[in-house]
């Protein structure tokens, strides 16, 4: 495939994979500004924690926490957590700092729980999705102006 052929694919896949991010990120945006105005917050204890490879380069960082939502039974949840939040939590063998703030919708504490300035979340998406598609229209603008 040529270089220009090459250019235009990439850039029409990003012309259309551009609003779904954008709509993935924005909903996102959504439910943590509704974690925010309407959230419980309560203690969590972080029971265990991984630092697993999720790509050539890439790390994921998640942490295995136990909360008591207000007059509930205890949950345990899996948390996809910041690298930085991760290493700050833990040394080479062990977790140094087990108390971690979890905020919950009370309608639904096991789906909706994050952790307090820790939890991984896709809000980036939104600005990504925009750039992704912008870039993508403009690429295939100039392609095909120059074309003609």
């Not at 598609?133 to 003609?148: C, E, N, P, Q, S």
């Amino acid at each position: 495939m040529e270089t220009p052929t090459k250019i235009k694919l990439f850039a029409a896949i990003a012309v259309i994979a551009g609003p779904f991010l954008t709509y993935n990120g924005h909903l996102e945006k959504e439910r943590l500004a509704k974690l925010e105005k309407e959230g419980v917050t309560v203690d969590g204890m972080i029971e265990g924690g991984e630092s697993r490879r999720s790509g050539k380069r890439s790390r994921s960082y998640n942490f295995d926490v136990t909360f008591t939502p207000q007059g509930g039974a205890p949950v345990t949840k899996t948390f996809k957590v910041t690298s930085s939040f991760f290493s700050s939590r833990t040394n080479d063998t062990s977790v140094t700092d087990p108390l971690v703030k979890v905020r919950y919708l009370a309608a639904n504490a096991q789906d909706s729980a994050i952790i307090v300035d820790g939890s991984d979340d896709d809000a980036l998406m939104f600005t990504v999705g925009i750039g992704a598609f912008a870039v993508g229209l403009i690429t295939l603008i100039v392609m095909f102006m120059r074309k003609g």
